[in-house]
């Protein structure tokens, strides 16, 4: 039944090989040597932010009718465009190990890095319980022993490899993803085409929740692929920057198609009255017969789904584990590059576990989502601020931002506001405390 699973591992274990960091620097570790190809980082971005989540929630988008989301995606890539005329240039060779401790002062690195740190934990983990609980729904083994042994896979070839292994996997995985999307596309569109034509489906788009999501995307992107060490890791390690900034605006169009192949893919089930509203896709292949075909089918998504947790997984554990690095080299500078991604791993699989516990009921599409919102409100508005003012960013300004951008979040979150429109609301307002403090800064102070 797992013969695809087989050859995938086999590929796996094949690039572990190949990719092993045989010079063991901080250079080869956290960056890949700065060798990284065009085509390697916009393929491993794609891989990257393509999540088992991704998977779950744009088919339910498209099952709802809701095709508001192709202004998300036009975002995206405005988004992506603004950062890489804009803002990558001013730190694309950084000179440390983390962004965090490139744009602000000594003593305020550590703010935002044990922020940023707590959101990637508990939203990776999410991502990472969704996909055992994903595999687990479609073959009865149990959750833990998925999650335990896709953390094992990735250990042996991550930790040993560090980014230049993670990169040539992510090559596999993002071509996995992509070929199986449109697999999924043409064969619901074959299998469903005499039911769909006798359906009376409206499509009509909200016009104030499209600005919302179009300028929600753009300012999200800024934050996510401006301001977020793990997708930024791939942009660091592209040695010219030109060929970064290309890799980021391809990865937007091919990121964008995906989500909006997921959502058509959402749209093909609608005859199927009897799935689960929440994650259609899921219950579409689990629901589906023995025959050979349906065999296949259930196979591939396993793949995709195994696939979609690594590539988010392994990269999670680099960022993070630079951040660590660059926080914890003041007290020890003798730790192997390794052991910094290794914390990040065992506290990812921690989280991830916790989650099996906690009532199934609870939407953890959402949380994955948001939780990050604490967070990105604050990378939005001190990358903004080192771009503008170019200069490190004190204590206060990393502080202000922070605890306004969770404050405003928590308000907007309490009044249920469209989740578009509260990134717009937090982002600009933790951006404007911040810009006060340095006016206020510049003025007293310079």
């Known amino acids: 039944m797992y013969v695809l699973l087989l050859i995938y591992f086999i590929f796996i274990f094949y690039l572990t090989i190949r990719g092993y960091d045989r010079e063991k620097s901080d250079a080869s570790y956290f960056f890949s040597s700065y060798k990284t190809t065009t085509t390697q980082s916009y ?22 009718k809701n095709f508001n989301i192709i202004f998300l995606c036009i975002g995206y890539i405005i988004g992506r ?17 983390s962004l965090y401790e490139y744009i602000s002062t000594k003593n305020s690195k550590k703010y935002i890095s044990f922020a940023y740190l707590l959101a990637k934990y508990i939203s990776g983990s999410v991502r990472f319980y969704l996909a055992g609980y994903g595999l687990s729904q479609l073959t009865g083994i149990s959750i833990e022993l998925w999650l335990t042994g896709i953390l094992i896979l990735i250990a042996i070839y991550s930790l040993t490899g560090g980014l230049n292994s993670v990169i040539l996997t992510d090559q596999i995985q993002g071509l996995i993803i ?38 929600g995307g753009i300012l999200l992107t800024i934050s996510s692929h401006g301001g977020d060490q793990d997708i930024l890791q791939r942009i660091f390690s592209v040695e010219k ?45 689990y629901k589906l017969d023995n ?113 306004s951008n969770i404050t405003i979040t928590i308000i907007c979150e309490y009044f249920s506001l ?13 951006f404007l405390c911040g810009w006060f403090i340095m006016q206020y800064y510049e003025k007293n102070y310079n």
Not at 183 to 211: A, E, P
Not at 315 to 333: Q, R, V, Y
Not at 354 to 371: H, M, N, P, R, W
Not at 421 to 430: D, M, P, R
Request: contains cysteine; proline residues 2%.
């Open 178 to 215: 992509l070929l199986s999307v449109f697999f999924f596309v043409l064969f619901l569109g074959n299998h469903n085409s005499l039911l769909l034509k006798n359906l009376n489906i409206n499509i009509s788009f909200d016009i104030h929740k499209s600005l919302y999501l179009l300028v």
């Open 418 to 430: 469209y989740f578009a429109l509260t990134t717009i609301i937090s982002f600009f307002i933790a």
């Open 241 to 285: 920057l030109k060929d970064a900034q290309k890799s980021l605006i391809i990865s937007g169009f091919l990121a964008s198609i995906v989500i909006l192949l997921f959502v058509i893919v959402g749209y093909l089930l609608l005859n199927n009255k009897n799935l689960n509203p929440k994650s259609p896709l899921l219950d579409y292949i």
């Open 81 to 97: 465009i603004i950062i890489a005329f804009f803002y990558i240039k001013h730190y694309h060779k950084i000179s440390t190990l």
């Open 291 to 403: 025959s050979f075909i349906s065999l296949i089918i259930k196979n591939l998504f396993i793949v995709v789904l195994v696939a979609a947790a690594m590539s988010t997984l392994d990269s999670s554990i680099h960022s993070t584990g630079a951040i660590w690095k660059s926080i914890l080299i003041d007290f020890n500078k003798n730790f192997i590059n390794y052991f910094y991604s290794l914390i990040s791993l065992i506290l990812m699989y921690l989280f991830s576990i916790c989650f099996v516990f906690i009532e199934t009921q609870k939407d953890f599409l959402s949380f994955a989502l948001g939780f990050m919102n604490y967070v990105n409100g604050t990378l939005f508005a001190t990358i903004t601020l080192f771009v503008l003012y170019r200069k490190k960013l004190n204590t206060p300004v990393i502080f202000v931002t922070l605890l």
């Open 43 to 64: 393929i491993s971005i794609f891989a990257t932010e393509t999540s088992v989540a991704t998977i779950l929630i744009f088919p339910a988008v498209g099952f709802e």
